[in-house]
């Protein structure tokens, strides 16, 4: 059974930094790209970043661009996300999920981690 | 970015109903269009992917439609387990995006 825990998330104020993580089992993480997808509060879903399956390579939405940062450990079966220069429009549940090939859809999700920024 | 906009945004129907909902993106993307369903306090479902394959597992009441730029998702009888909200997303771009969701209530 795909598994996917999300952690790290919690409160921080304006301008702070939090590492996010999510730990996968069930299937062999290395193949797959994985992906983190937030949601505000009563709002819809916003694609955030993906990570190509060797952590090779990486996109980010624009507004994330230069402030957050995508990885992951294949050796542990992790994957990560740093953010810094929060704001509070970045609070947020994050979660992430797996995208299957060819039409990259998230077959897998977690169950969120709760991101407030606030002071 | 590609621009996905969904319609109506919210909905009212009844059990036993045939629903429709609509995405359209603003530009061709093909069949890389997927849809999800998401209750309140879960993470979203794979209900169909490529336009129009069910995901394993989901009822066969739902089915997906269309290329290019429009798209629709089909509910043929409302059960009471479906009332939730229903996102598109397009993965034609790395940059993906999802439409606004529609909420479909009682």
């Known amino acids: 059974e795909v598994l996917l825990v999300e952690s790290g998330g919690g409160l921080v104020q304006p301008g702070g930094s939090l590492r996010l993580s999510c730990a996968a089992s069930?299937?062999?993480?290395?193949?797959?790209?994985m992906n983190w997808v937030r949601q505000a509060p009563g709002k819809g879903l916003e694609w955030v970043s993906l990570i190509s399956a060797s952590g090779d390579y990486s996109y980010y939405a624009d507004s994330m661009k230069g402030r957050f940062t995508i990885s992951r450990d294949n050796s542990k079966n992790t994957l990560h996300l740093q953010m810094s220069s929060l704001r509070a429009e970045d609070t947020a549940v994050y979660y992430c999920a797996r995208s299957l090939p060819q039409f990259a859809q998230y077959e897998s999700w977690g169950q969120g981690t709760l991101v407030t920024v606030s002071s | 970015d590609i621009q996905m906009t969904q319609s109506p945004s919210s909905l009212s129907a009844s059990v036993g109903d045939r629903v429709t909902i609509s995405c359209r993106a603003s530009q061709g993307i093909g069949s890389y269009l997927n849809w999800y369903q998401q209750k309140p306090g879960k993470a979203p479902k794979l209900l169909i992917y490529?336009?129009?394959s069910l995901q394993s597992g989901i009822a066969s009441r739902f089915s997906g439609s269309g290329s290019g730029t429009d798209f629709t998702l089909t509910i043929s009888s409302l059960q009471p387990e479906d009332f939730a909200t229903y996102y598109c997303q397009q993965s034609y771009t790395t940059l993906i995006t999802f439409g606004q969701g529609t909420r479909l209530e009682i």
């Open positions: 069930g299937f062999t993480f290395s193949s797959y790209v």
């Open positions: 490529a336009a129009t």
